[in-house]
């Protein structure tokens, strides 16, 4: 699927009075039909059950972020990357990544790139996985320790390595702040057009990119999924 203008689309998250509307990210290779969404200013209530909802809500719109993210930029690269000796701390994790991002733009420039801080689930060791574009980092970029690099060849490969790596959004490392860290600028943006039904807007994006590889129905809507 290649990205295009179309009629009728919007970019960014406008809201529009039809009662569905299609979110396409033609770079990340994927599009959803649901309802619009609801203004931030009816939202009410500030108990408990609002903060975890608040929590999970945003767990998973960042791991549909990292999802897209890692799709629309061609991070083909995962890279896993640990610790020789004793575990290291939240800011020790955080200035070696630095120093690998400080090496990759001296010598590729401004390019997407993703990494995620992860706790090990049996040691608790910190480490990070991270998403580049291929070639763009090198083994001399990590003195710190053991890399695992793996070569994800299709769209559906990226999303379950970043599935894999958005497990913990849920309960996110306190120390770093942050899910994930990512290079600005790269972010795919949404076009959204306004349809009158479900199957409406699935016929939409069948009719310009074709039969998805995958299609997923839920009582808000569907999502469809595109492998390269």
């Not at 640990?82 to 200035?95: E, I, K, S």
């Not at 999303?159 to 490392?173: C, D, F, H, M, T």
């Not at 057009?193 to 310009?208: I, K, N, Q, T």
Request: aromatic share 10%.
């Amino acid at each position: 699927m290649k990205a295009r203008a179309f009629e009728g689309a919007r970019t960014g998250n406008e809201t529009t009075s039809a009662p569905y509307q299609v979110t396409l990210y033609p770079d990340a290779l994927e599009a959803t039909v649901s309802r619009p969404p609801v203004s931030k200013h009816s939202a009410t209530g500030f108990g408990t059950q609002d903060l975890e909802r608040s929590q999970q809500v945003a767990a998973r719109r960042a791991r549909a972020s990292t999802r897209r993210f890692v799709v629309a930029n061609q991070l083909e690269d995962f890279v896993t990357l640990t610790f020789a000796g004793a575990p290291p701390t939240a800011r020790t994790l955080r200035n070696a990544m630095t120093e690998v991002l400080r090496s990759v733009r001296e010598r590729s420039g401004s390019v997407a790139w993703l990494w995620v801080p992860h706790s090990g689930q049996k040691s608790g060791r910190l480490h990070s996985h991270a998403f580049f574009g291929r070639g763009a980092f090198l083994i001399s970029d990590w003195r710190f320790g053991r890399i695992d690099t793996i070569r994800l060849e299709t769209a559906d490969e990226k999303r379950e390595r970043a599935g894999y790596v958005s497990k913990q959004y849920l309960n996110p490392i306190e120390e770093f702040g942050q899910r994930y860290r990512c290079a600005q600028g790269f972010q795919p943006e949404p076009e959204i057009v306004p349809v009158e039904s479900v199957d409406e807007g699935l016929a939409f994006v069948v009719a310009r990119y074709g039969e998805p590889s995958n299609l997923n129905h839920s009582r808000w809507g569907a999502q469809a999924r595109w492998n390269n």
